[in-house]
């Protein structure tokens, strides 16, 4: 079994920045591709942004150039730096990750997600 576990988020301002982490554990072989993901009030998941195990980034737009992911293949953990938040930016954010186990079989596994509020 593979746990997802997200921490980092909160209350922020606008304009202001914060720091998600994302830790791996279980057994498993290695993991591929991990990324972000968000879930606004009555809003479908959306992909904020994802890196690969070489540590190629894709970012979707409306978060270019704030937001930078990063991953520790190491500790198998990967980050999420937000700066220049806007109130648009509030969401449930969900870490996932794309896990290779020691069978040879691709599973995607999901955090429990962590708010961020971005608010005067």
């Known amino acids: 079994q593979v746990q997802l576990v997200e921490s980092g988020g909160g209350l922020v301002q606008p304009g202001g920045s914060l720091r998600l982490s994302c830790a791996a554990s279980g057994n498993f072989f290695s993991i591929d591709a991990m990324g972000w993901y968000r879930q606004a009030p009555g809003k479908q998941r959306d992909l904020v942004a994802q890196?690969?195990?070489?540590?190629?980034?894709n970012y979707a737009a409306s978060v270019e150039g704030r937001f930078t992911i990063s991953r520790d293949n190491a500790k198998n953990m990967v980050y999420l730096q937000m700066n220049s938040l806007k109130p648009d930016d509030t969401a449930v954010y969900f870490c996932?990750?794309?896990?290779?186990?020691?069978?040879?079989?691709?599973?995607?596994?999901w955090g429990q997600g962590t708010q961020v509020t971005v608010s005067s």
């Open positions: 996932k990750s794309l896990v290779r186990h020691r069978t040879g079989g691709l599973f995607q596994y």
């Open positions: 890196i690969t195990s070489p540590g190629s980034t």
